[in-house]
């Protein structure tokens, strides 16, 4: 997207040009607008998580997956964190590159431990990869 653009600029060209079939579902206008609104603070979770990258040097695929991924983990007490993160690894691994599933668990489960308190997503003293 444009940065220059508003949201509802942006939205419009998006939808104008993949219409889909029966329009997007409201999970899809929740999620976009919610990444919109609180970019500024989910670039600085990446940040602090992604040890030796910078955001501006991650692929735009990986760095807005994870994006979509930390608004979920952070604003979306619905949904699983499991959930959450299998499906940013699956996007990794599908539109960007089999390392790339990797990189995102990485930062994602970094950011779901910290927040959450505990060792992983099983309670073990050691992070796993979540989605093998």
């Not at 489960?109 to 308190?117: A, N, P, Q, Y």
């Amino acid at each position: 997207m444009n940065p220059y653009n508003s949201f509802e600029q942006s939205l419009s060209v998006f939808l104008e040009n993949f219409p889909g079939q029966g329009g997007p579902a409201p999970f899809f206008f929740r999620l976009v607008r919610g990444v919109w609104e609180q970019k500024e603070s989910i670039d600085h979770y990446i940040k602090d998580y992604a040890e030796n990258w910078r955001i501006d040097r991650m692929s735009g695929v990986d760095r807005n997956i994870l994006r979509l991924s930390v608004f979920e983990l952070i604003y979306c007490a619905d949904i699983p964190p499991r959930v959450a993160i299998n499906e940013a690894i699956d996007l990794g691994k599908k539109y960007s590159t089999e390392e790339s599933g990797a990189f995102i668990n990485g930062i994602l489960d970094s950011i779901f431990l910290k927040r959450s308190g505990q060792s992983d997503l099983e309670g073990n003293p050691e992070p796993a990869m979540i989605n093998s």
